[in-house]
């Protein structure tokens, strides 16, 4: 893949900067931070200026010029950053998934039972959808225009997402804090609640994010452990 | 809109033939309604070769000439049903939202309670987003490429959606049967589970479609009405 060639490159010049760094002294090691930063917020500007784009124009109508444009740079600066257009198509795509992906696993790792861990992890996944909506959009519009490589990685992400939210729920199910029939099936219903998101927030509407968050993160706990006396619940299992 | 108009012409032959009917008699009318059948059948067939094209390559892959390829027709076949590619795609988006609010209307107008029409209602609203996957799927990738009237019209057919099913939940929480703090983020929590279907349900999938709506039916129901034990829900109102 062309992106890990592009971390590979990167690294590279970073361990070249670090021994000059060595010979040089702490200044220089500064210095290498600085540069690091800036290049990491020069590509930020560029996936901010792209998402807005791609999620106001769609992918196929978006040119790199007209990202350069709204930058006020030229084709060249993106270029530095990204080789194509379909890298940077990749990149924002796999923003959605990577942050809900941070998030379970800094919950699976974490101390407590399942159902303390699936609380925090119901909020901040919810969150973290809700702060990654346009890039949540792009991605599930724009599936047919990523590079198949892309897609497979993205699927590959997925996976692990959803392997790992069923294990949390099986071992909430196995100490019995959730009443689950099929944890898969609760898994992609969580999965639904958060990433549904996109269609319908709005940022300046009548609940701000953080309210919404909460608010949904209960509406999914309520799913894993339903009222022991609801009379739809008979065919409990 | 060209789809009323064509309704209207649609519906101004039908007069006529129903002249001629009464003149000739009750047998003229069973070839009528044949006609009307076999029109019907011709137009679904289109739709379903489009579905299949659309879902495939995608809206802006896919022209006539191969829909109608499909079907082994010409393309004045499909014209005589469709005026434009535009119109099938409108089509295709709105049959989503169309079979949805359908299951919603029967519910709202059906006798029983909140809680007896929602336990209904969850699972054929699931049932009927898993049996038209490929049009929701087309709908949310193609959005872009709807004509502004048409996204407007179907934009209409979501709103009444929710009024109506957000109205449900209302009813439910005034007859103490679903506890909730905020029946809008319900009913987006509701449309989340079931739209988002179209990303990971697979017919041939581990389990059937029937057993999948049922359980998501479940988990619906369990967010409307809380255990009352669950020590999450130390924040309910």
Not at 173 to 200: K, M, P, Q
Request: with cysteine.
């Amino acid at each position: 893949m062309t992106k890990s060639t592009t971390s590979t490159s990167t690294a590279r010049k970073k361990r070249a900067r670090k021994t000059t760094a060595e010979a040089a002294g702490t200044d220089q090691l500064v210095v290498d931070d600085i540069r690091d930063a800036v290049s990491q917020f020069k590509r930020e500007r560029i996936i901010a200026a792209a998402v807005d784009c791609f999620y106001v124009h769609g992918y196929s109508n978006t040119t790199l010029e007209s990202v350069a444009d709204q930058l006020n740079v030229t084709k060249p600066f993106i270029y530095a950053h990204f080789k194509s257009k379909n890298m940077l198509l990749a990149e924002i795509c796999s923003r959605g998934i990577k942050v809900s992906l941070a998030a379970l696993n800094r919950i699976v790792t974490a101390p407590g039972s399942a159902m303390e861990r699936m609380t925090i992890f119901s909020r901040d996944f919810m969150m973290a959808v809700l702060e990654n909506q346009k890039p949540v959009a792009i991605y599930f519009r724009e599936i047919k225009n990523l590079d198949p490589q892309d897609r497979d990685a993205i699927n590959e992400l997925r996976r692990d997402f959803d392997h790992k939210l069923i294990g949390l729920l099986d071992e909430g199910v196995a100490a019995g804090e959730f009443v689950l029939n099929d944890t898969r099936l609760a898994a992609h219903a969580i999965g639904g609640i958060a990433s549904w998101s996109y269609v319908w927030f709005r940022p300046d509407g009548p609940a701000p994010a953080q309210q919404v968050a909460e608010e949904m993160g209960r509406l999914m706990m309520a799913m894993l452990r339903p009222d022991p006396g609801a009379p739809w619940d008979s065919g409990r299992v």
